[in-house]
């Protein structure tokens, strides 16, 4: 079954410290991952995606195809990155496009 | 504001009644999906279209539910007979096709539905 496990529904941090926000999913083929962060009163928008092998907003994210992981770290807490936090997949099944999202990490970045 | 935009932002209905929401996509993008969050979850995904034609539904979409993207722009979402347990977040997101990559999708504000 295809799947996407966010293990935390709430992550509080302390300003300067490092976060991680877990993902692991589950897909039989190679699938592309996304982070996708929602802040208060705004639209999901793209954090994003293993293939960009990009940094944004200092997060990166390393897809772990053994261990079926893709997840997300900072390693200097904002507050500002307070917000909630989406792992997304999308398959390689042709004609297929549809995004399974996980359950969602409330970030809390504390003064 | 270009981005994908829906309207009402927020319905109250009673059960029983119709309700129709919609989503305007980011022009030239010629993917659209529906998807629907309930407290405490991530989107669920419900349908997708790819110019007017309607390619995937999911099995969360009831025959209560209906989906149209009639001239491959806009798109219209009724639920009739609604019930309390379609009280929830609609959200419609747009995609411009990328090759052989999986492209972006872009999601608009949401529709919060309450069903009395």
């Known amino acids: 079954a295809q799947r996407v496990t966010q293990p935390e529904k709430l992550l509080s941090v302390f300003k300067g410290a490092p976060v991680e926000l877990k993902c692991n999913y589950s897909?039989?083929?190679?699938?592309?991952l996304f982070w996708y962060v929602q802040y208060s009163r705004q639209r999901l928008q793209l954090l994003l995606r293993?293939?960009s092998r990009e940094s944004i907003k200092g997060f990166t994210a390393d897809l772990n195809k053994g261990e079926t992981s893709f997840h997300l770290k900072k390693p200097f807490a904002q507050e500002e990155d307070s917000a909630m936090y989406y792992c997304a997949l999308s398959g390689t099944t042709s004609g297929t496009y549809k995004y399974i999202f996980g359950t969602g990490t409330r970030l809390k970045v504390l003064a | 504001d270009t981005g994908v935009s829906q309207n009402p932002r927020h319905k109250i209905t009673k059960r029983g009644q119709n309700v129709t929401f919609r989503c305007d996509p980011i022009s030239e993008h010629n993917r659209l999906y529906w998807y629907r969050q309930t407290l405490g979850q991530g989107p669920e995904f419900l349908t997708y279209?790819?110019?007017?034609?309607?390619?995937?539904k999911s099995r969360l979409l009831s025959d209560r539910f209906s989906a149209e993207r009639p001239k491959g722009s806009f798109s219209t979402l009724e639920i009739q007979r609604t019930e309390q347990g379609d009280s929830a977040m609609y959200l419609c997101?747009?995609?411009?096709?990328?090759?052989?990559?999986?492209?972006?999708?872009?999601f608009g504000p949401g529709t919060r539905l309450l069903v009395l």
């Open positions: 293993h293939i």
């Open positions: 279209f790819q110019n007017e034609a309607q390619l995937e």
């Open positions: 897909y039989s083929g190679s699938p592309e």
């Open positions: 997101a747009s995609s411009l096709p990328a090759g052989g990559l999986k492209e972006t999708q872009y």
